[in-house]
Protein backbone atom coordinates (compact mmCIF):
# COMPACT_ATOMS: atom_id res chain seq x y z
CA UNK A 1 0.00 0.00 0.00
CA UNK A 2 1.39 3.16 -1.24
CA UNK A 3 1.02 6.37 0.99
CA UNK A 4 -0.28 8.93 -1.16
CA UNK A 5 1.86 11.92 -1.49
CA UNK A 6 0.62 15.57 -2.27
CA UNK A 7 2.69 18.87 -3.12
CA UNK A 8 2.25 22.56 -3.45
CA UNK A 9 4.57 23.91 -6.14
CA UNK A 10 4.17 27.43 -5.40
CA UNK A 11 6.46 28.30 -8.23
CA UNK A 12 7.64 32.19 -8.70
CA UNK A 13 4.81 32.72 -6.23
CA UNK A 14 4.69 34.94 -2.74
CA UNK A 15 6.98 37.13 -1.43
CA UNK A 16 8.56 36.05 2.24
CA UNK A 17 5.83 37.70 4.11
CA UNK A 18 3.58 36.06 2.04
CA UNK A 19 4.88 32.45 1.68
CA UNK A 20 5.17 32.84 5.83
CA UNK A 21 1.06 33.42 6.29
CA UNK A 22 0.07 30.58 3.33
CA UNK A 23 1.95 28.46 5.16
CA UNK A 24 0.24 29.41 8.34
CA UNK A 25 -3.11 29.20 6.40
CA UNK A 26 -2.31 26.30 5.09
CA UNK A 27 -1.48 24.69 8.93
CA UNK A 28 -4.32 26.40 10.09
CA UNK A 29 -7.06 24.74 7.97
CA UNK A 30 -5.33 21.27 7.29
CA UNK A 31 -5.13 20.37 11.20
CA UNK A 32 -5.27 16.80 11.60
CA UNK A 33 -6.89 16.36 8.01
CA UNK A 34 -3.95 14.74 6.46
CA UNK A 35 -3.53 11.12 7.99
CA UNK A 36 -2.49 8.55 5.81
CA UNK A 37 -1.05 11.02 3.19
CA UNK A 38 1.65 12.98 2.93
CA UNK A 39 2.04 16.84 2.26
CA UNK A 40 4.72 19.47 1.04
CA UNK A 41 4.92 22.83 0.02
CA UNK A 42 7.49 24.24 -2.64
CA UNK A 43 7.91 28.01 -1.83
CA UNK A 44 10.73 29.83 -4.06
CA UNK A 45 14.42 29.40 -2.43
CA UNK A 46 14.21 33.00 -1.04
CA UNK A 47 11.14 31.77 1.41
CA UNK A 48 11.93 28.78 2.10
CA UNK A 49 13.87 30.00 5.57
CA UNK A 50 10.76 31.29 6.22
CA UNK A 51 8.07 29.36 5.39
CA UNK A 52 10.17 26.27 7.16
CA UNK A 53 9.88 27.97 10.08
CA UNK A 54 6.34 28.39 9.88
CA UNK A 55 5.49 24.29 9.06
CA UNK A 56 8.01 23.43 12.08
CA UNK A 57 6.24 20.31 13.92
CA UNK A 58 3.06 20.27 11.83
CA UNK A 59 4.10 17.17 10.06
CA UNK A 60 4.76 19.22 6.54
CA UNK A 61 7.70 18.82 3.97
CA UNK A 62 9.70 21.43 3.08
CA UNK A 63 10.21 21.26 -0.53
CA UNK A 64 12.56 23.01 -3.27
CA UNK A 65 11.73 23.58 -7.10
CA UNK A 66 15.34 22.89 -8.31
CA UNK A 67 18.92 22.42 -7.54
CA UNK A 68 22.37 22.45 -9.14
CA UNK A 69 24.36 19.78 -9.72
CA UNK A 70 27.22 21.13 -8.00
CA UNK A 71 28.31 22.00 -4.36
CA UNK A 72 29.16 25.43 -5.10
CA UNK A 73 31.31 27.66 -7.62
CA UNK A 74 30.71 29.55 -10.09
CA UNK A 75 27.59 29.26 -11.28
CA UNK A 76 25.29 32.76 -10.48
CA UNK A 77 21.61 32.21 -9.81
CA UNK A 78 21.83 28.73 -8.93
CA UNK A 79 21.16 26.75 -5.52
CA UNK A 80 22.87 23.52 -4.47
CA UNK A 81 21.59 20.27 -3.31
CA UNK A 82 24.01 20.80 -0.10
CA UNK A 83 22.52 24.08 0.51
CA UNK A 84 18.74 22.71 0.59
CA UNK A 85 19.39 19.85 2.96
CA UNK A 86 21.00 23.16 5.11
CA UNK A 87 18.50 24.80 4.42
CA UNK A 88 16.31 22.06 6.27
CA UNK A 89 14.21 20.58 2.66
CA UNK A 90 13.77 17.31 2.59
CA UNK A 91 12.73 17.38 -1.18
CA UNK A 92 13.50 18.63 -4.37
CA UNK A 93 11.21 18.62 -7.72
CA UNK A 94 13.51 18.15 -10.70
CA UNK A 95 12.75 18.41 -13.94
CA UNK A 96 9.78 20.35 -13.95
CA UNK A 97 8.52 21.09 -17.63
CA UNK A 98 9.22 25.10 -17.26
CA UNK A 99 12.49 24.30 -15.95
CA UNK A 100 12.97 22.07 -19.46
CA UNK A 101 10.81 25.10 -21.47
CA UNK A 102 12.36 27.98 -20.19
CA UNK A 103 15.27 27.42 -18.46
CA UNK A 104 17.33 24.73 -21.20
CA UNK A 105 16.92 21.70 -18.78
CA UNK A 106 17.62 18.64 -20.66
CA UNK A 107 17.61 14.81 -19.83
CA UNK A 108 21.28 14.74 -19.46
CA UNK A 109 21.09 17.95 -16.66
CA UNK A 110 18.34 16.14 -14.71
CA UNK A 111 19.91 13.30 -14.52
CA UNK A 112 22.91 15.09 -13.27
CA UNK A 113 20.93 17.41 -10.77
CA UNK A 114 19.02 13.67 -9.40
CA UNK A 115 22.32 12.24 -8.65
CA UNK A 116 23.82 14.83 -6.58
CA UNK A 117 20.30 15.49 -4.92
CA UNK A 118 20.00 12.15 -3.53
CA UNK A 119 23.59 12.18 -2.78
CA UNK A 120 22.68 15.04 -0.53
CA UNK A 121 20.18 13.12 1.40
CA UNK A 122 17.12 14.58 -0.54
CA UNK A 123 13.79 13.03 -1.73
CA UNK A 124 13.65 13.97 -5.26
CA UNK A 125 10.28 14.76 -7.59
CA UNK A 126 11.22 13.56 -11.32
CA UNK A 127 8.78 15.44 -13.45
CA UNK A 128 7.95 14.00 -16.75
CA UNK A 129 5.64 14.92 -19.27
CA UNK A 130 4.69 15.56 -23.03
CA UNK A 131 3.95 18.28 -24.72
CA UNK A 132 0.33 18.79 -26.92
CA UNK A 133 1.85 18.29 -30.49
CA UNK A 134 3.72 15.36 -28.54
CA UNK A 135 0.73 13.85 -27.40
CA UNK A 136 -1.09 14.40 -30.81
CA UNK A 137 1.57 12.99 -33.17
CA UNK A 138 1.19 9.51 -31.23
CA UNK A 139 4.79 9.45 -29.31
CA UNK A 140 3.40 10.12 -25.45
CA UNK A 141 5.15 6.71 -24.24
CA UNK A 142 8.30 6.74 -25.87
CA UNK A 143 8.48 10.86 -24.74
CA UNK A 144 7.76 9.62 -21.30
CA UNK A 145 10.13 6.47 -21.23
CA UNK A 146 13.12 8.62 -22.54
CA UNK A 147 12.32 10.86 -19.99
CA UNK A 148 12.29 8.51 -17.18
CA UNK A 149 15.34 5.84 -18.24
CA UNK A 150 17.74 9.12 -19.43
CA UNK A 151 16.69 10.73 -16.12
CA UNK A 152 17.25 8.07 -13.98
CA UNK A 153 20.50 6.91 -16.29
CA UNK A 154 23.01 4.96 -13.73
CA UNK A 155 20.44 5.52 -10.40
CA UNK A 156 20.66 2.26 -9.23
CA UNK A 157 18.28 3.00 -6.16
CA UNK A 158 15.13 4.78 -6.28
CA UNK A 159 13.63 4.52 -2.91
CA UNK A 160 13.84 8.15 -1.80
CA UNK A 161 12.35 8.81 -5.61
CA UNK A 162 8.69 10.33 -6.19
CA UNK A 163 7.80 10.43 -10.06
CA UNK A 164 5.04 13.13 -10.99
CA UNK A 165 3.44 13.02 -14.50
CA UNK A 166 2.78 16.53 -15.75
CA UNK A 167 1.26 16.63 -19.03
CA UNK A 168 2.84 19.99 -20.17
CA UNK A 169 -0.61 20.70 -22.20
CA UNK A 170 -2.52 20.67 -18.66
CA UNK A 171 -0.31 22.67 -16.67
CA UNK A 172 -2.34 26.22 -15.90
CA UNK A 173 -4.50 25.87 -18.42
CA UNK A 174 -7.33 24.48 -16.54
CA UNK A 175 -6.97 21.11 -18.93
CA UNK A 176 -7.26 18.43 -16.85
CA UNK A 177 -5.92 14.57 -18.60
CA UNK A 178 -8.42 12.67 -17.86
CA UNK A 179 -8.27 10.31 -15.06
CA UNK A 180 -8.43 7.40 -17.41
CA UNK A 181 -5.71 9.23 -20.09
CA UNK A 182 -3.86 10.15 -16.62
CA UNK A 183 -3.41 6.00 -15.27
CA UNK A 184 -3.16 4.91 -18.48
CA UNK A 185 0.44 6.76 -18.56
CA UNK A 186 0.90 6.38 -14.36
CA UNK A 187 0.68 2.41 -15.27
CA UNK A 188 3.14 2.69 -18.57
CA UNK A 189 5.97 4.48 -16.47
CA UNK A 190 5.49 1.90 -13.69
CA UNK A 191 5.74 -0.92 -16.42
CA UNK A 192 8.82 0.75 -17.13
CA UNK A 193 10.04 1.06 -13.76
CA UNK A 194 9.64 -2.57 -13.29
CA UNK A 195 11.68 -3.14 -16.50
CA UNK A 196 14.61 -0.96 -14.61
CA UNK A 197 14.42 -2.02 -11.22
CA UNK A 198 12.53 -5.14 -10.70
CA UNK A 199 8.54 -5.27 -9.76
CA UNK A 200 9.13 -4.96 -6.11
CA UNK A 201 10.70 -1.16 -6.67
CA UNK A 202 7.92 -0.37 -9.16
CA UNK A 203 5.25 -1.19 -6.99
CA UNK A 204 6.93 0.43 -4.31
CA UNK A 205 7.04 3.83 -6.15
CA UNK A 206 4.94 6.96 -5.80
CA UNK A 207 3.42 8.32 -9.15
CA UNK A 208 1.83 11.75 -8.23
CA UNK A 209 -0.43 13.21 -11.14
CA UNK A 210 -0.15 17.01 -11.92
CA UNK A 211 -1.77 19.41 -14.44
CA UNK A 212 -4.41 21.49 -13.28
CA UNK A 213 -5.54 19.65 -10.33
CA UNK A 214 -8.54 21.47 -8.09
CA UNK A 215 -10.80 20.20 -5.33
CA UNK A 216 -13.70 19.31 -8.25
CA UNK A 217 -11.19 16.86 -9.86
CA UNK A 218 -8.68 15.86 -6.94
CA UNK A 219 -10.63 12.57 -5.60
CA UNK A 220 -11.48 11.01 -9.30
CA UNK A 221 -7.79 10.80 -10.02
CA UNK A 222 -6.77 9.84 -6.92
CA UNK A 223 -8.86 6.92 -7.09
CA UNK A 224 -7.15 5.80 -9.99
CA UNK A 225 -5.14 2.93 -9.31
CA UNK A 226 -1.49 3.82 -9.96
CA UNK A 227 -2.02 7.70 -9.15
CA UNK A 228 -0.74 8.05 -5.66
CA UNK A 229 -1.14 12.13 -4.88
CA UNK A 230 -0.41 14.96 -6.37
CA UNK A 231 1.82 18.17 -7.53
CA UNK A 232 -0.30 20.74 -7.50
CA UNK A 233 0.37 24.53 -9.28
CA UNK A 234 -2.41 26.93 -9.20
CA UNK A 235 -4.95 25.43 -6.60
CA UNK A 236 -2.11 24.98 -3.70
CA UNK A 237 -1.65 28.79 -3.93
CA UNK A 238 -5.20 28.91 -2.30
CA UNK A 239 -5.02 27.02 0.98
CA UNK A 240 -8.91 26.08 1.31
CA UNK A 241 -8.17 24.40 -1.87
CA UNK A 242 -5.30 22.80 -1.30
CA UNK A 243 -6.86 21.40 1.92
CA UNK A 244 -9.68 20.23 0.02
CA UNK A 245 -7.49 18.25 -2.53
CA UNK A 246 -5.37 16.85 0.51
CA UNK A 247 -8.58 15.87 2.04
CA UNK A 248 -9.43 13.56 -1.35
CA UNK A 249 -6.00 12.42 -0.93
CA UNK A 250 -6.39 11.18 2.96
CA UNK A 251 -8.33 8.63 4.34
C1 LIG B 1 2.72 22.26 -11.84
O1 LIG B 1 3.27 23.22 -12.31
O2 LIG B 1 3.41 21.38 -11.28
C2 LIG B 1 1.27 22.15 -11.99
C3 LIG B 1 0.74 20.97 -11.94
O3 LIG B 1 0.59 23.32 -12.19
P1 LIG B 1 -1.01 23.50 -12.23
O4 LIG B 1 -1.60 22.70 -11.11
O5 LIG B 1 -1.23 24.97 -12.08
O6 LIG B 1 -1.45 22.99 -13.57
Not at 21 to 28: G, K, R, S, V
Not at 88 to 116: D, M, P
Not at 201 to 226: D, W
Amino acid sequence: MRTKIVVGNWKMNNTIAESEILAQELIAALGENFSGCEVGIAPTFLALDAAGKAIEGSGIQLVAQNCHYENDGAYTGEVSARMLTAAGCSSVIIGHSERRQYFGETNVTVNLRIKKALSEGLNVILCVGETLAQRESGVTEAIIASQVREGLMDISDISSLVIAYEPVWAIGTGKTASSAQAEEVHLHIRTLVAELYGKEAAAALRIQYGGSVKPSNAAELFAMPNIDGGLIGGASLNAADFVAIVKAASH
